[in-house]
């Protein structure tokens, strides 16, 4: 199936441009918070959140049928690592241009948001590192890796673009960071000094849980689900056979 | 299939209705939330997205099975735009009218909703027109017609109704003009002096950028999914063919 | 297939406890709301709101099997006019037994949600009705009535669960006496002086305004929908044949 | 259906995982909501319920075909009695497996979230059991069961994810106990002294209630589903076949 699949620059350009709107939506939405309800914090994240949940169900649902939707360097590397039994998954090398695209979309995305607010871009002044914070971000990616190869190895994929959404509506309130759980993500909000910002220092704390929360969730997912359904190929949402 | 759809007088009926109840929630629900939550705009804004979201939703599913619920002049110029190879989709002459039935629709949903909540019909003082807000009107019409037709054009049209209006819930928050991205709304609301008003003066600017942000919309369609797939004449929801 | 539906004494019991539950989640989330959020009235009415988007979806879905989830005399009769000209539908008499069940089940509604917070019963204070409050009851009405009869009529009655649960979230907000739009519900309002009540006095205004509506919705139901689809008998959804 | 399902160590450590997730959910949520909004302790809950509704939601979804989901001592010891006629469902040991693994887990789950927000362990001082919230107690739970047996008894199990989830969000609201219904969930939440916490004295009431709830749901759903469907053995979600 996967031999169908689109060539590999429009799926570069999709993880680019889905990523992309991933961080402006996170990012707009926590700059709106915070204008709008400038007095209750609770208030501001839970606005930030409800729109987060709505547009990341959407840009699965909208580019998952081109790329798989990945959106994280830790969802395509796991998609390596479970698929090298099989042959099926995405090679080391499309990993790394997956990568490369997630990490320019959420870059691109803070600008975007900036400007369509009418901010500067320039570094996040936001501290966040600290051992609680990087405990939420192991918890919060082993539990976005267990969900998403759980739903792909039963054979239920086409149910991530809202299982996925819903995971992170639950994950911004449960974990103390409010669950980055993605390394390009976390570049990305680097460059908007805004309620969803993060500083320079504070990322790669952040990234190094959030590979430990990968190893984590696939050991999970080994346990409980040791065997791969026959759409375990298939990340996030089938690939279009059409094209 | 497009053969057995229902008459044109009824299809524009169900656009003038479907337009018009939605600009009726838009409005409705701005009016209410600024009533009941004078001390927080944020909070406001929050219901008014909510109420929307639902709104929206039932809405095309509703009248889908009639119209194809555009309710939006830019999606229906996109039908025809993208339809015109294939020979499916709407005609011009076709779009005219549903344009026309949107603009009616729109109207007087805000009169509607001025007449629920005992508040007289006026022009909107509201000015909304900045260089941030034309750009957020771009990003918000081009993701709203590259995800109808991403759906569309991968046989997934049925789960419209939900995207679209989870959608519209990312929309109002991550841009700062809560995204109006539809011109016959954007007209409607010039008829209300209330929280979700736009004065006449910022209504031109404001389509104009939603035109661009169509063609932007259209463009990356073509990008990422080249091939139109069978039920490509099916816009947002397949049409009866019962009837 | 209606040869099959459960016994009518069964299908009345499921009418009673849906509707006398929807009452108590109405009643009882207003009353945690105005317990806890004493400052806004529009967070109480999010919370009300919220609340009933989520019941109502349940019920309907849980009980849907059982009797069709009407829980609303103005359901039960649409789907006696709708249904006259084919057989199906219910009975002039069923529709009787069905009424009754849903208003005793809405008074205890009520009865139950008082007790649940240590409430006593008494007749609600809160005067409502206004020439804009009816207005809005007449719209929410036809449209709830539209919503459930295209559904039915596309033969996507399975989606009412949802859909319903949904216009309910939407109609809270867009209409000024947050669409009551079910008589039986009224009735079971009158019996608490908290957030949701409704005095004697309005009741009658209200339930009229919701017949006028039901009318408007029934013309609608036939200009938008003449052709009744296949499954058309059955409201909401499909009974079950296997009891 | 069952002679093929995972081996009972699996099946214990995904109702221990799945448990100690959800009680991390809401404790987690809770704890975040009272540091960001100390303002409105309604705004805490909707924060609240809102984490829980997604949470629960994507947990049973993720770990159904591993162990049926349960997450609750009620719903196995409901399982195993309604599927001894069939010899469908959990025996009874399995029972006692599931629920020792569900309130491990519940403690777990608080110990998490405690740890995720740098808080220490501790009981919970908040004295919770009244006569009203032993009242409500017993509804949740009534309602909880039926629910879930009701989509169960009518093949429709796979919807259980999202409507469990979303009855769990009006239940927060309609009842005055803000309806834990759920014996491990319980246990579990007396081990943080935060938001979402229950002393230990007020724990015995509450789980007598949910007790008394689980039989008068299971006496609803005598009453109203009689026959079980042929999917009757498969709670909540179907056990998966290939492993």
């Known amino acids: 199936m996967t031999s169908f699949q689109p060539p590999l620059w429009r799926r570069a350009t999709a993880e680019l441009l889905g990523t992309g709107l991933l961080v ?30 709505f547009g990341l169900t959407i840009l699965i649902l909208m580019l998952g049928p081109v790329s798989g939707a990945h959106f994280n360097p830790v969802v395509s590397l796991a998609d390596w690592l479970l698929g090298r039994r099989s042959g099926a998954g995405l090679t080391l090398p499309e990993v790394g241009v997956y990568s490369a695209a997630q990490v320019v979309g959420g870059i691109g995305g803070s600008v975007l948001a900036n400007a369509m607010f009418d901010v ?73 000094d805004t309620f969803a910002g993060i500083a320079p220092g504070s990322a790669p704390g952040y990234i190094a849980a959030q590979a430990v929360g990968g190893a984590v969730g696939l050991a999970l997912v080994l346990l409980l689900f040791p065997t791969a359904g026959k759409a375990a190929d298939d990340v996030v949402v089938p690939h279009r056979a059409d094209d």
């Not at 871009?121 to 590192?129: A, W």
């Not at 890796?145 to 054979?155: E, G, P, Q, V």
Request: without cysteine; aromatic residues 8%.
């Open 120 to 192: 500067g871009t320039s570094f996040s002044s936001k501290d966040r590192l600290t051992g609680a914070h990087a405990l939420s971000e192991v918890v919060a990616t082993a539990g976005l890796i267990l969900l998403i190869f759980a739903l792909a190895r039963t054979s239920r994929g086409m149910l991530a673009a809202p299982a996925v959404g819903a995971y992170i509506g639950a994950a911004y309130w449960f974990t103390s960071s409010t669950s980055f759980a993605n390394p390009a993500v976390t570049v990305g909000r680097i460059f908007t």
């Open 24 to 53: 402006a939506i996170v990012v707009g939405s926590g700059i709106m918070a915070e204008q709008l309800s400038p007095n209750d914090i609770g208030l501001q994240l839970l606005q930030n959140s409800t729109a987060t949940v």
